[in-house]
DNA sequence: CGTCGACTTGACTAAAATCAAACCCGGTGG
DNA sequence: CCACCGGGTTTGATTTTAGTCAAGTCGACG
């Protein structure tokens, strides 16, 4: 299910934009560190569209940043229906939701083809005890990704099914162009309509006509999974978004 | 606004179910060093209701427990609605919502007349890195203050209003036993039903109809905030919780 | 070329929002 | 003491919105 990979300069190249990259660099979690041995617990892994990261109740061990690729995570309701919590897109974490009980309470999954960095919580905890400064960097890493769900909040409070469209493609906007370029204005999504639908709490039908709506009032053009933003300024308007708040909030 | 406070019977009494208790006994953190002098930024606090405790863009300074009373955090859209964000009852903490930028994002406010003890960050993040298992269990209370919005995430993607309510006194009771009996079955909301309503994404209406229906069916007891609770189970029921699951997680 | 899955679109239904009116209760002042 | 507020709450009637059911369409892939 999930391979060792070892491939140096994959890595390098995917370091920039990390969300772990300070802590790693201004510490022993170099890139020599972080590329061990596929025995030791593998550091770069692989995931196929549909495999599972981590299951419910997986003890927690690893902290994952997303290098290329995107999951999803979810929970399964009693009754069988599937709510997706949060998407992890390149750059990203996942996992921290097991850093309260020490136990996964979600489940992750790769939506296409996925390649990860498993940092080993330990060893992140070590470094943040040998200085405070680091601590409180740890700290804000993790209370940014503790802000994934702020991000969800804000979307499923949001009235109009336009809205909370609009505000979801909006900040998956703002997370391609903090990862990969800033001027960026097209992307494929790498979640089907369903996927997107659980997210937003809304039915699969209504997030369809919501894109073509916007798509029909010239805001972006949508074909499948690719989206181009046409007008940046028109679908923040739709997401009743001020000018000045943009995606800084990383992994919703 | 914030009026200092110093009654150390008080305090005492109050700290047994604190969010913080155990970081507080094993380190310097203990009542003494708490209940300092009002004029180094006193640590006990006293609001009225409607007081702000912090606004947006708010520097983090300190970390709040609640000792008395209750808080609501909120932030408000351009076009003037406030959404609810969490309710943050006795023994709760506030203000973690700054960990990630070091500004606050959103406001907290009193319910009701409302006491909290004042916990420096900083000094939090200094036991952090005096030892890793004390670090391990700082990163613990966060993530389970992270997971506040979790268990918002998970009430909001509901469908049905009284379903959304039923999960929402589901949890303020777990919570309250949590902190005072774990028998007990009646409480008063420290909210209004707008509060409610803007919590759950729903319209005021939408809230008072579900709490008349939950009564009708014998599920509750209502007048006006004051709730008793008379089948547990089938309040369960109605939200769709397992057996099992509780509100552990606090701090929605 | 046919099939399957993902997506779109339409017609209808169910649910919650909205609008509007009472109601209840604690507080005030005559 | 009681009439009169006023806020918060309940309840009712109507409208709007999204959910549901049901066809279709599109596109990739065998």
Do not use: W
């Not at 590329?35 to 419910?56: E, I, K, M």
């Not at 949060?86 to 309470?105: I, M, N």
């Not at 999974?225 to 990383?250: F, M, W």
């Amino acid at each position: 299910m999930a391979e060792p990979v070892t491939d140096l300069g994959l890595l390098r190249r995917a370091c920039a934009p990390c969300s772990l990259r300070q802590l790693c660099q201004r510490t022993s979690l170099s890139e020599q560190v972080l590329v061990r041995s596929a025995g030791r617990g593998s550091q770069l892994t692989r995931l196929s569209r549909g495999d599972t990261l981590f299951r419910l109740g997986d003890r927690l061990g690893d902290v994952f940043v997303v290098r290329a690729g995107a999951l999803k995570t979810t929970v399964t309701l009693r009754d069988g229906d599937e709510h997706v919590i949060g998407f992890h897109l390149p750059g990203e974490l996942v996992g921290l939701d097991a850093l309260a009980s020490g136990e996964h309470c979600v489940e992750a999954s790769a939506l296409v083809e996925t390649h990860l960095c498993a940092v080993p919580l330990n060893a992140l905890v070590a470094v943040g005890s040998s200085e405070p400064s680091l601590n409180r960097e740890l700290l804000k890493v993790f209370g940014a990704a503790a802000m994934e769900s702020h991000v969800h909040v804000d979307v499923l409070m949001r009235r109009q099914a336009g809205e909370r469209l609009a505000v979801f493609l909006h900040g998956i906007l703002e997370r391609y162009r903090h990862h990969r370029n800033e001027q960026l204005s097209d992307f494929t999504l790498p979640m089907s309509r369903e996927d997107i639908a659980r997210y937003l709490g809304l039915a699969l039908e209504t997030v369809s006509r919501g894109f073509s709506r916007l798509q029909d009032e010239g805001v972006i053009k949508v074909s499948g999974r690719s989206v181009t933003v046409i007008a940046l300024d028109r679908l923040r308007h739709a997401a009743q978004l001020s000018d000045t708040e943009s995606g800084e909030t990383a992994t919703a």
